[in-house]
């Protein structure tokens, strides 16, 4: 049975910085493509970052101007997510998804195979 499992959202103030982390268990982590989406009230979930199997390969939507990475570890089957800058704007819950696939060939969320229950992530101004 897969799950991932996310951790490390919460509140901060604007300019400040967060680390989310998925946990992975139940799949072969290295096969996956793993990706960052996040979800707004009453917006679609959106793409944020996605890394390939080895981590060669980094995807981020353009509209994150570079405050946010996307980093994994093989070794503890797990997937982080740095974000600095953080503003209001990314107010959101955000969910890990794993895609079987080792390259990144979908960055919308029907690609994705299995996917987290998210953190939320409040950022107040």
């Known amino acids: 049975q897969v799950q991932l499992v996310e951790s490390g959202g919460g509140l901060v103030q604007a300019g400040g910085s967060l680390r989310l982390a998925c946990a992975a268990t139940?799949?072969?982590?290295?096969?996956?493509?793993m990706a960052w989406f996040r979800q707004a009230p009453g917006k679609y979930r959106e793409i944020v970052a996605a890394?390939?199997?080895?981590?060669?390969?980094?995807y981020y939507t353009r509209s994150l101007s570079g405050r946010f990475t996307i980093s994994r570890d093989n070794a503890k089957n797990a997937v982080y997510l740095q974000m600095n800058d953080l503003s209001p704007e990314d107010t959101a819950r955000y969910y890990c998804?794993?895609?079987?696939?080792?390259?990144?060939?979908?960055?919308?969320?029907?690609?994705?195979?299995?996917w987290g229950s998210g953190t939320q992530v409040t950022v107040s101004s």
């Open positions: 998804a794993a895609d079987l696939a080792k390259a990144i060939v979908a960055i919308r969320d029907a690609g994705y195979d299995y």
């Open positions: 139940g799949l072969t982590f290295r096969d996956y493509t």
């Open positions: 890394i390939s199997w080895n981590g060669d390969d980094t």
